[in-house]
C-alpha cells in the first residue's frame, strides 16, 4: 500500500516550458486535491476533485489545468510555467469528505527559472 | 481575515518544556478540526484530530474552545524528535473543499 505518489520529485523547468505533475493513491479515496505551498502563505488548494469524473478550482487555479483520470490519478498540468510558480506542490486525498483524515505525497519541487 | 491564523513561531524550547500552541478560526460554522505536523522538507501528516471535549494522546493534548473559535495544542515533556512545523486545519463542514489550513508554528526543541 504505497499511499498517495507523486512524480516527479523534483523538476526544473524555464518560463514558458509545460509539464504535468502526476499524482495516484491507491487507498480507494474518492477526493483528491492539489496545493501548492511557499514560505509565509501556508497551504493552497490550486485544484480540488471530489470525485472521479468531476473537478472543481480551489483559491489559486490561475495557470493550471488538472485531470482526474480515473479514481486512482489526478494530474496538475502546468502550460506555460511562469517564476511564481516556483514551489512544492502537495497531492491529498481523502475518503469521503472533511471529517477525515487527509493524506498527501512527498510533493514536487518545482523551479521555474 | 484568514479563515485559519496562527502565531507562526519560531518557538524554541528545552527539552523536556512544556510548551503551547493556540490557533484561532474565522468561521463559527466549522466542524471538524485537527493539528497536523510537518517536517522539514516533508508532507503534512495527521497528527491528531481535535475533539469537543478535548482530547489527549500521549504527551499531546488537544484542546477546542467553540466559543472563542480557538484550538490549542500542548506538547509536554518537550522530545527533540518533536521539531517540526504544527499545522492547525479546519474543516467548515462536510464535503470535498471545506478544509482550511494555518501557515504553521515552527517548534525546535534545544538539547
Known amino acids: 500500500n504505497a499511499g498517495v505518489t507523486q512524480n516527479p520529485k523534483f523538476q526544473v523547468l524555464k518560463t514558458g516550458q509545460s509539464m504535468t505533475l502526476q499524482c495516484a493513491q491507491d487507498m480507494n479515496h474518492n477526493s483528491m486535491y492539489w496545493y501548492r505551498q511557499d514560505p509565509g502563505m501556508g497551504l493552497r488548494l490550486i485544484y480540488y476533485?471530489?470525485?472521479?469524473?468531476?473537478?472543481d478550482k480551489g483559491e489559486v487555479p490561475n495557470g493550471y489545468n488538472v485531470s482526474r483520470l480515473n479514481k486512482r490519478e489526478f494530474s496538475l498540468r502546468l502550460e506555460s510555467a511562469a517564476p511564481s510558480q516556483t514551489s512544492v506542490y502537495f497531492c491529498?486525498?481523502?475518503f469521503g469528505g472533511g471529517v477525515n483524515e487527509q493524506y498527501f505525497g512527498p510533493g514536487t519541487r518545482l523551479t521555474v527559472t | 481575515r484568514k479563515e485559519v491564523e496562527q502565531d507562526p513561531g519560531p518557538f524554541n524550547v528545552p527539552e523536556g518544556a512544556t510548551v503551547a500552541f493556540n490557533c484561532t478560526y474565522s468561521n463559527s460554522a466549522s466542524q471538524s478540526f485537527f493539528w497536523y505536523r510537518q517536517d522539514c522538507r516533508k508532507e503534512p501528516k495527521l497528527l491528531m484530530s481535535?475533539?469537543?471535549s478535548g482530547n489527549e494522546d500521549g504527551r499531546f493534548t488537544a484542546q477546542l474552545n467553540r466559543a472563542s473559535q480557538y484550538i490549542s495544542l500542548l506538547i509536554r515533556d518537550s522530545k527533540l524528535s518533536d521539531s517540526a512545523t504544527y499545522l492547525c486545519?479546519?474543516?467548515?463542514?462536510?464535503?470535498?473543499?471545506?478544509?482550511?489550513f494555518g501557515t504553521g508554528t515552527r517548534l525546535t526543541v534545544i538539547p
Open positions: 481535535v475533539y469537543s
Open positions: 476533485s471530489a470525485s472521479e469524473g468531476t473537478t
Open positions: 486545519v479546519v474543516n467548515r463542514r462536510t464535503g470535498a473543499n471545506n478544509l482550511f
Open positions: 491529498a486525498s481523502i
